[in-house]
């Protein structure tokens, strides 16, 4: 691995289903964060962890779960999925928060 | 209002022309901000910081000013493969979360 890596690539998901969106970096970075992106409206941030152990709330985290049990993985997870919640997400990290964040490749998903 | 604004364009120059792109942000303790630049359905990747003093890198000049709140991004001598959407960014909030701009897209023709 190098970088940071997202999983699934892509993922197609029946509403109310529960879907864990996977995040792993090998920077040995202490800031990670979940965004998501929608035409027209941007990056948005749904949660992010300064630090292993703690995690804090973005702009949009209604519907949205996140844990940090160690530096390198920050999963995301939907526990009822909605349609409204189809999207691109993007997980990134920095060394330390508010640095240059790194991007990984995404992870497209659809809920029908 | 959102906190990082950018005009979305789009930007249709041609190549070898120069283009700049402007971006405000309202909140004023912010303390850093980059550009970023997104090429369809990939990753942003970071394109290059913005100092107060002002940076430069190749062919990319990157300006802010404090006092107005607004970053600049000036592009010279414009490639084919510069054509993205670009990305400005400031931090926000007590965490010091990064905020990004919606984007604005170049597209240079040949």
């Known amino acids: 691995i190098a970088g940071i890596t997202q999983a699934p690539t892509s993922q197609i998901l029946a509403a109310g289903r529960r879907m864990t969106l996977r995040c792993t970096q090998d920077?040995?970075?202490?800031?990670m964060y979940w965004y998501r992106q929608d035409l027209g409206l941007g990056l948005r941030l749904i949660h992010y962890?300064?630090?292993?152990?703690?995690?804090g709330k973005g702009e949009v985290p209604d519907g949205y779960s996140v844990s940090r049990a160690n530096t390198d993985d920050f999963p995301l997870t939907l526990a009822s999925a909605v349609p409204s919640q189809t999207s691109v997400y993007f997980c990134?990290?920095?060394?330390?928060?508010?640095?240059?964040?790194?991007f990984g490749q995404g992870t497209r998903l659809t809920v029908v | 209002r959102k906190e990082v604004e950018q005009d979305p364009g789009p930007f249709n120059v041609p190549e070898g022309a120069t283009v700049a792109f402007n971006c405000t942000y309202s909140?004023?303790?912010?303390?850093?901000f980059f550009w970023y630049r997104q090429d369809c359905r990939k990753e942003p990747k970071l394109l290059m910081s913005?100092?107060?003093s002002g940076n430069e890198d190749g062919r990319f000049t990157a300006q802010l000013n404090r006092a107005s709140q607004y970053i600049s991004l000036l592009i010279r001598d414009s490639k084919l493969s510069d054509s993205a959407t670009y990305l400005c960014?400031?931090?926000?909030?007590?965490?010091?979360?990064?905020?990004f701009g919606s984007g604005t897209q170049l597209t240079v023709l040949p």
């Open positions: 990134a990290s920095s060394t330390l928060p508010g640095t240059e964040a790194f």
């Open positions: 920077m040995r970075h202490n800031a």
């Open positions: 962890s300064n630090t292993a152990g703690t995690t």
């Open positions: 909140n004023s303790a912010s303390q850093s």
């Open positions: 913005v100092y107060s």
């Open positions: 960014v400031g931090t926000s909030g007590s965490a010091r979360q990064l905020t």
